[in-house]
């Protein structure tokens, strides 16, 4: 009988170790088959850029844009695939896929009919299974561990990825000059079982499978853009990846015509360069907890910056490889500093209902943003020289650090995503069907004289709350006769979407604001609240009056039931 990977053990020993999460089998079994993995990918993309070398700089650049095109045009829907369906199907489908492309590429390059459109096409399709398997594979994580391994697992990720950044392009470039670029492209493709064999051996428990089909395509993907743009700190995220990702994309797409134009090496001197950065990236993942305790996130980001745009200047005047590759040790380190900084913000912020769609946005910026650039260094460098792009790039960079004193990034203090369902079932005297909608919240507020100013501007984070999960309008009134008399009002799309804010949508933090609000009102008045429901197609309650029993509620009374005819209900389900 095959073995069969197991679930994390229940209560493991608790470790601080960096290397902990290996001690959990799956775990280790994927990591592995990740690293294997990703040394392929970073093989297959020198294999891909070298055999364009002969053709101008745009198009090598373009090895680029078309491994980072797809996740723009496909990370939300991969998000929203990876909330709906059986994650550990997802990853596998992923898997199959990238095989099948890698296997077509294989057998073109060892034919010697690789030509650069078809070449193209399919580093564009091997993308697509990567946009389709990131959001998944984010999203299991905390199945893999336990819950207070996850940050380690995550400094494990980024290992995974940087020393496949020191191997594979050393590597590949080795294999390209000894053996061709059709051997590179056949250790992507066997690269790929490895995973597909892990993920087949895990039999991944019924209990912590996804809900499926609580929200259709469409409703889910707005889902996600509304949390993402009512939620500041997550905005800010996002600001610093824009400002810091076009700037950096200068390396990654200029790295190998530096390589071959200015210091006039192979395919195994190319491949060693980029090996140096993958080294001063595990370096710096290793250096990264020290340098958040000295430097703040902050100082991180603004620092992980300026050493980048000096290491782009350095391309420029320096012709020594070995220096080069020195400064590009350097490069690195800023670069894992950086986005390991900006992901880790992601992770903190984001609550589980919608996380795997948020780090889907947070993916197509950063892809887009490297996907878009490259093609524009790229043309720059053809027309202009390298020089141009390259301080260009470094100057961006510049710009970022400097505009860190404008746009920081928030603090994550008190900031708590864990899930708080502290809203009780509405009382109404009937049943809505999910579609029923839309569905109009009333709440009324009673302002303590003296706290009117301050309770106005609590409520703009209430009013945010309120928007990410689920509300399409909001608005806060006050009233002309009676000034400490507020009425906060919003529009949900449906009874589904408002009993989602009620179960697992609202959060840790959306409660203490909501606490903090209660706070400021009159003593003895807690907020009252109504739920309407349109009646543009007729009424929700039948003329007989034989309401559907709700289980929020319990002996309706024949008031209750008379106020329904008017589709207000009354409740005490204070925020």
């Known amino acids: 009988m095959s073995p069969v990977l197991p679930s994390p053990p229940t209560q493991p020993p608790r470790s601080d170790s960096a290397w902990a999460p290996l001690a959990a089998r799956l775990f280790r079994a994927l990591w592995i088959a990740q690293l294997v993995s990703n040394i392929g990918s970073w093989m297959q993309m020198i294999g891909a850029q070298w055999l364009l070398i002969g053709h101008d700089a745009a198009l090598v650049t373009l090895v680029q844009t078309a491994s980072s095109l797809p996740v723009v045009l496909l990370a939300l829907p991969s998000g929203v695939i ?85 191997v594979g392009p050393a590597l590949g470039g080795v294999v390209v000059a000894a053996a061709g670029t059709g051997w590179v492209f056949a250790f992507n493709t066997a690269s790929y079982l490895g995973i597909a064999a892990a993920l087949l051996l895990w039999r991944r428990p019924k209990t912590v499978a996804p809900v499926t089909g609580r929200e259709k395509l469409l409703t889910a993907l707005d889902a996600g853009r509304r ?73 991180t ?124 079932v509405p009382p109404l005297v009937f049943e809505p069907g999910p579609t029923t909608g839309p569905v ?56 589904a979407e408002h009993l989602a804010q009620h179960s697992d949508r609202l959060t840790v933090t959306d409660r203490r604001y909501e606490e903090r609000a209660r706070r400021l009102l009159l003593p003895g008045t807690p907020p009252e609240v109504t739920h309407a429901f349109d009646t543009s197609t007729g009424p929700v309650v039948p003329e007989d009056g034989h309401a559907m029993p709700n289980p929020g509620r319990q002996g309706a009374t024949e008031d209750h039931d008379e106020q329904a005819t008017n589709q207000l209900v009354k409740g005490d389900d204070a925020r």
């Not at 907890?289 to 902050?298: C, M, T």
């Not at 009013?463 to 009425?487: K, N």
């Open 82 to 166: 990876a909330d709906r369906y059986e994650r550990r199907g997802v990853l596998l489908a992923a898997q199959f896929s990238m095989l099948a492309v890698s296997g077509t590429l294989t057998v073109l390059a060892f034919a010697d009919a690789l030509t650069p459109t078809p070449l193209l096409l399919l580093t564009f399709l091997l993308g697509c299974g990567t946009a389709l398997m990131g959001p998944a594979w984010q999203a299991i994580q905390p199945e893999l561990v336990e819950r207070h391994q996850l940050g380690q697992a995550a400094a494990l990720g980024g290992v995974n990825m940087n020393l496949a950044r020191a």
């Open 227 to 299: 949390y993402v743009w009512y939620a500041p700190g997550i905005r800010r995220v996002l600001l610093r990846v824009i400002l810091f990702v076009p700037g950096g994309a200068a390396l990654w797409a200029l790295l190998p015509l530096v390589a071959s134009h200015s210091l006039h090496l192979g395919s195994g001197g190319y491949g060693l360069l980029l090996g140096a950065v993958g080294v001063g990236a595990v370096a710096g993942a290793f250096a990264l907890p020290h340098s958040n305790r000295v430097l703040g996130a902050n100082g």
């Open 301 to 424: 980001l603004g620092g992980g910056a300026l050493v980048f745009a000096g290491v782009l200047v350095v391309l420029v005047v320096v012709r020594d490889t070995w220096l080069v590759a020195v400064a590009l040790l350097f490069a690195g380190v800023a670069w894992i500093g950086v986005l390991s900084t900006l992901n880790a913000a992601m992770q903190t912020r984001l609550p589980g209902w919608v996380r795997a769609r948020g780090l889907a946005v947070y993916l197509l910026v950063f892809q887009g943003g490297q996907g878009l650039a490259a093609p524009l260094w790229g043309a720059l460098a053809e027309r202009l020289g390298l020089a141009v792009p390259l301080l260009a790039g470094s100057g961006l960079l510049l710009v970022s650090a400097l505009s860190l004193r404008r746009w920081p990034l928030y603090g994550a203090e008190g900031v708590d995503p864990s899930p708080s369902a502290h809203w009780p």
């Open 440 to 495: 109009l919240v009333t709440v009324s507020y009673r302002v303590a004289p003296g706290n009117v100013t301050a309770f106005s501007e609590l409520m703009e984070h209430v009013a945010r709350s309120r928007r990410r999960t689920g509300a399409l309008t909001w608005g806060l009134y006050q009233d002309g006769q009676d000034p400490g008399h507020f009425i906060e009002n919003y529009l949900v799309a449906s009874w």
